[in-house]
T-cell receptor
Framework: QKEVEQNSGPLSVPEGAIASLNCTYS??????FFWYRQYSGKSPELIMS????GDKEDGRFTAQLNKASQYVSLLIRDSQPSDSATYLC???????????FGKGTLLTVNP | GAVVSQHPSWVICKSGTSVKIECRSL??????MFWYRQFPKQSLMLMAT?????????EQGVEKDKFLINHASLTLSTLTVTSAHPEDSSFYIC?????????????FGDGTRLSIL
C-alpha cells in the first residue's frame, strides 16, 4: 500500500464549480497534513495546512481532515482557470519533519 | 513571509562538471532544509535532509559523495552535484522550515533545472 495516495486525474471542472481533491494516507501516526499547488515547470507552493479533525477554511479553499478514516481533502470553491495545476497532498509522520508526498492530482478548470 | 530563494534557476553544463546550487531562507531561520529532485510528470523525491551545523541525512539510494550538501548557517544550504552526468539532469528543489513542531510547513524555493550535455 502506498503511503500517500491521490487520484492522478486529470480532474476537469468548469469555471465557477467546486473542485474536490482527495488524499488517503496509511500511517495512523501522521500528525500534520499539507496541500501544495504546483504549476507546470514550477516548484510547489503551500496552499493549506491542517492538523485537527474537521474543516479549515481559507478564502476559496477548505481542507478537511478525518484521522479515523485516514483521509484528507481539499475543496476549491468558485474554481478559476488560474487554479489549473497539480495539487500535492503531503503528510508529516513524525519528529524528523520529513514530508511524504502523494503523486498529485492534475486539476483543469475550463473557462 | 517565509520566502526561500534558490539559485541558479537554470544550469546547462558539460558532463563531468560540478554544479553548486544555493538555497537561502530570506526572512526566517531555517533549522532544517530539504533537497528534492523531480523528473518530468513524477512527484517529488526527497534526496536528503540537512540540519544547520550537522551532516546531512541522505535517503536510501542517494549517493552522498555525488550530492554534497552543506548547511553552514541558519539561512543557507548548498547542494553540489559532483562530476555531473546526463542522468543527473533533473529539476532540483530545496525547501526550508523554521523552528517549531511538526506543524511547521516546508516552504519551497523556485527550483533549479539542471541539464547535463
Amino acid at each position: 500500500q502506498k503511503e500517500v495516495e491521490q487520484n492522478s486525474g486529470p480532474l476537469s471542472v468548469p469555471e465557477g464549480a467546486i473542485a474536490s481533491l482527495n488524499c488517503t494516507y496509511s500511517d495512523r501516526g501522521s500528525q500534520s497534513f499539507f496541500w501544495y499547488r504546483q504549476y507546470s515547470g514550477k516548484s510547489p507552493e503551500l496552499i493549506m495546512s491542517i492538523y485537527s479533525n474537521g474543516d479549515k477554511e481559507d478564502g476559496r479553499f477548505t481542507a478537511q481532515l478525518n484521522k479515523a478514516s485516514q483521509y484528507v481533502s481539499l475543496l476549491i470553491r468558485d474554481s478559476q482557470p488560474s487554479d489549473s495545476a497539480t495539487y500535492l497532498c503531503a503528510v508529516n509522520r513524525g519528529s524528523n519533519y520529513k514530508l511524504t508526498f502523494g503523486k498529485g492530482t492534475l486539476l483543469t478548470v475550463n473557462p | 513571509g517565509a520566502v526561500v530563494s534558490q539559485h541558479p534557476s537554470w544550469v546547462i553544463c558539460k558532463s563531468g562538471t560540478s554544479v553548486k546550487i544555493e538555497c537561502r531562507s530570506l526572512d526566517f531561520q531555517a533549522t532544517t532544509m530539504f533537497w528534492y529532485r523531480q523528473f518530468p510528470k513524477q512527484s517529488l523525491m526527497l534526496m536528503a535532509t540537512s540540519n544547520e551545523g550537522s551532516k546531512a541525512t541522505y535517503e536510501q539510494g542517494v549517493e552522498k559523495d555525488k550530492f554534497l550538501i552543506n548547511h553552514a548557517s541558519l539561512t543557507l544550504s548548498t547542494l553540489t552535484v559532483t562530476s555531473a552526468h546526463p542522468e543527473d539532469s533533473s529539476f532540483y528543489i530545496c525547501s526550508a522550515r523554521g523552528t517549531g513542531g511538526a506543524g511547521q510547513p516546508q516552504h519551497f524555493g523556485d527550483g533549479t533545472r539542471l541539464s547535463i550535455l
